[in-house]
């Protein structure tokens, strides 16, 4: 079946530490995101990348970073210097980039704090 | 930035019942879509409206786009168990990103 694949499902991070939230999708899709889902309220957007080795911030990129070396795959690394990273993130892919285009969305990955 | 507001926040219907959720922009918009996502679960694309005017249905479910491009609604008649979820808008007026309203999450009442 085609689809986006987040892991872990669930991540605990202790002070100072970088963690790596895996994205990966076989929809053969361009474009792919990154959004934090916070309680009451929306998706935010924190990196997006509309072909491979190409990407741009969203509204909330600080302490976040980004690669997008393959095109089935965009990973997202939550940096010591994201002073709240407890939330829900969202992945997502759209066939080409634009926001006239459906996006698809993975499983998602929770992150918590020690 | 832009922003899209959706209200309410919370919608407790009785099952049977109608109701709307709207959503609302500041700026002009060149498309709209609605998202659902079920307790637990990630959002589920379900339309996109891109017309001035533009009305579209799913079974139970009516998408309408403002004259004006800034606003839009959400109509669920004969409300059932299974619409229970969080129903979020989502615009654009820049054709690059979508801004996610903070979405409306709906119990029923059986």
């Known amino acids: 079946d085609g689809g986006i694949t987040q892991s872990p499902k669930y991540l605990f991070r202790k002070e100072g530490q970088n963690v790596t939230l895996s994205c990966e999708q076989n929809?053969?899709?361009?474009?792919m995101y990154w959004y934090r889902q916070d309680p009451g309220q929306g998706l935010r957007l924190i990196y997006y990348?509309?072909?491979?080795?190409?990407?741009q911030k969203g509204d909330i990129a600080e302490g976040y970073s980004v690669s997008r070396e393959k095109k089935e795959s965009f990973p997202l690394t939550v940096t010591s210097a994201q002073k709240n990273p407890t939330a829900f993130y969202l992945c997502?892919?759209?066939?080409?980039?634009?926001?006239?285009?459906?996006?698809?969305f993975g499983d998602g990955t929770r992150l918590s704090i020690l | 930035g832009q922003q899209v507001m959706q209200i309410p926040q919370y919608q407790h219907v009785q099952e049977g019942e109608d109701f709307t959720t709207y959503c609302n922009s500041s700026?002009?918009?060149?498309?709209i879509q609605w998202y659902k996502q079920r307790p637990g679960g990630h959002p589920v694309f379900l339309i996109q409206?891109?017309?001035?005017?533009e009305v579209k249905k799913q079974k139970r479910l009516t998408f309408q786009f403002g004259e004006a491009k800034k606003n839009s609604s959400l109509h669920i008649t004969a409300t059932q168990t299974t619409d229970v979820g969080t129903y979020f808008c989502?615009?654009?007026?820049?054709?690059?990103?979508?801004?996610f309203g903070a979405g409306t999450t709906v119990t029923v009442r059986a």
């Open positions: 409206l891109v017309k001035s005017g």
């Open positions: 989502a615009g654009s007026s820049n054709d690059y990103k979508l801004s």
């Open positions: 929809l053969n899709h361009d474009a």
């Open positions: 997502a892919s759209s066939i080409k980039g634009g926001s006239n285009q459906p996006q698809h």
């Open positions: 990348s509309q072909i491979v080795n190409d990407f």
């Open positions: 700026t002009t918009l060149s498309n």
